[in-house]
């Protein structure tokens, strides 16, 4: 499981629930970002 990883919060930025959720979490670990992200926070 992920936890605390650098990352962009796609699923922000990205339109649709399901769609945005999916790329999100495979994105924001692809890309890096200075901003924290925490396990768990999607859709949000």
Do not use: C
Not at 2 to 30: E, M, N, V
Request: no cysteine.
């Amino acid at each position: 499981m992920i936890r605390y990883q650098p990352g962009y919060h796609f699923w922000i930025t990205l339109p649709g629930d399901s769609l945005g959720k999916s790329i999100g979490w495979r994105g924001w670990i692809l890309f890096p970002s200075p901003a924290p992200a925490v396990e768990g926070r999607d859709g949000n």
